[in-house]
């Protein structure tokens, strides 16, 4: 036997929740809907398990995000909030044309 460090042994499938801070939550292996165990993203196998492309990601409003590496994920994430705080200019005029204060 080498004492060579192998990947993990993958039986099902890995899944794993970001938060919208980046922050990755603990890696499920399922398979089918059974919980067969939790992995934590932060330990050797984690590590491994994110890096090899095998984890798909969920974003922290549910969407699906495919099983991208982490810095791609997050880049993703960090995409979508400058688009959802950078509304078009014509949605910036709407506002400002029916904000207009009446009186009472």
Request: aromatic content about 2%.
């Amino acid at each position: 036997m080498s004492d060579a460090i192998t990947g993990p042994l993958l039986r099902g499938t890995f899944r794993a929740t970001i938060s919208g801070t980046g922050r990755p939550g603990p890696i499920e292996e399922r398979v089918g809907r059974r919980l067969i165990r939790v992995v934590d993203p932060g330990s050797r196998e984690g590590v491994l398990l994110v890096r090899s492309g095998t984890v798909s990601w969920v974003g922290p409003e549910g969407d699906a995000l495919g099983r991208l590496d982490l810095a791609s994920v997050r880049r993703l994430l960090h995409e979508r909030l400058e688009r959802r705080l950078d509304p078009p200019a014509a949605e910036l005029a709407r506002l400002q044309a029916t904000s207009r204060v009446g009186r009472a």
